[in-house]
């Protein structure tokens, strides 16, 4: 996945999700790797509180890596489980709908998945606190039959609203377990991004 849709204000993201959206300049976009957008973070003193902050898509490399990781699937990689085992360094990543590319190569079409009845919904995410770079990663699983039909190799890690404190709290062994293939008859795909 290389491209989703944000089509909320920092406003209405706030309202939804019941966090601090401060000052956050989002007024809705499209985002791809390297370009900013809002996440949501705990308290960093570990608190109730959770805010919006901007951060950009794409966290530093490995050590023999060159270019900045959107996404995570190992989950098992010494890379990332130092990351997944701190509640702290985890995020929610809001989203209006994302990208999925079917076809053969050289006629491949775009289409837009998202969740029904839930215009702003969210994927579990890292985060990576770097001064120079503060940066997010979308974890990504196995596709459900919906999305498989347009992109069989992975979907992003979407978190229903019951599960989103769980991922920001919880110790790894239970977190791990929401890592699963949101179903697929609660989502849609159409041609063009759905409206907000």
Known sequence: MQLYRLDATAAQISVTFGVDAGDDPWTGDYVTPGRPAPVITPDSRGGPRRYLRPKLWGVPPPPQGTQPVATVRNLASPFWIGTLRHPELRCLIPATSFALWSGAAGAKRQHWA???????????????????????????????????????????????????????????????????????????????????
């Open 114 to 196: 998202s969740v029904d009845g839930r215009p702003i919904f969210a994927f579990a995410g890292i985060q990576r606190q770097n001064e120079d770079w503060p940066g997010f990663a979308i974890l990504t699983t196995d596709p459900n039959r919906l999305v498989e039909r347009h992109s069989p190799a992975a979907m992003p890690l979407i978190l229903h609203p019951e599960d989103h404190e769980r991922w920001l709290t919880a110790d790894w062994r239970d977190a791990a377990a929401l890592v699963t293939p949101y179903p697929g008859h609660l989502m849609a795909v159409g041609e063009t991004p759905p409206v907000t």
